[in-house]
């Protein structure tokens, strides 16, 4: 029988005077992926960041294994190159996963020695994305993996997270995109809903919703 590896019971958080989400019950087993949805505001973000212990002021109980957290900051130090970056995570986060081996994986082999300021936003987002190679932690908490990437690092990350998945790991994603994964449970702050099945309409609404923010980074950043 899987073990669980996340276990939210009565769950239970207020911001600013506002509640969040409240009595949230969840239980993620090995091989299980959540898609965390909801809109700017509803929580998503803060929800990960109390599971790691990041943000205190919630009410409930929390169980967890070992996790790697990914939020929106990368963590990583411009002024030094791709390699030395990892190379400092891995000395906090020992695995079994080669630094070359992991940088080829995520599109980066060949721009070990180059400065991260000198990297595009998805160029960074992908260094980021290889620390995920390099760790043993068999939970994974996701924040907006999809951000600055093109559709081909998009489909990466995906692929990242069923191999993830199949390994007995389990992923929870905060996303505005559909991850569009087989079996994935979907859980909606902002509905009220306990984490199940995604819904053809709902996964139809949120690709809309995802386009329509792409487009309009896009003409912001016309000239």
């Avoid at 590896?5 to 409240?22: P, V």
Wanted: proline share 4%; with cysteine; net charge negative.
């Amino acid at each position: 029988m899987p073990q669980f590896l996340l276990k939210l019971e009565h769950l239970s958080c207020t911001r600013d005077g506002r509640s969040l989400f409240g009595d949230l019950d969840l239980t993620l087993s090995q091989g299980e992926c959540l898609e965390l949805r909801g809109p700017n505001g509803s929580g998503k973000s803060t929800l990960l960041r109390a599971i790691v212990g990041l943000y205190p002021d919630i009410q409930g109980t929390i169980s967890t294994s070992d996790c790697l957290y990914w939020g929106h900051r990368l963590g990583l130090n411009g002024l030094l190159t791709a390699e030395e970056n990892l190379r400092w995570y891995q000395a906090l986060q020992p695995g079994t996963v080669d630094l070359a081996a992991a940088l080829e994986r995520v599109g980066m082999r060949g721009y070990e020695r180059v400065p991260c300021h000198q990297m595009s936003a998805g160029q960074q987002r992908r260094i980021a994305l290889a620390r995920l190679l390099l760790c043993d932690s068999t939970l994974w908490l996701l924040d907006e993996p999809f951000t600055a990437l093109d559709s081909q690092g998009q489909e990466m990350v995906r692929q990242l997270i069923v191999e993830h998945v199949q390994r007995d790991g389990a992923v929870v994603c905060a996303t505005h995109q559909p991850l569009a994964l087989e079996g994935a449970k979907v859980m909606d702050l902002a509905a009220g809903q306990s984490a199940g099945p995604a819904s053809p309409e709902a996964n139809i609404a949120l690709e809309k919703e995802a386009a329509k923010k792409e487009a309009e980074n896009h003409g912001a950043h016309e000239p």
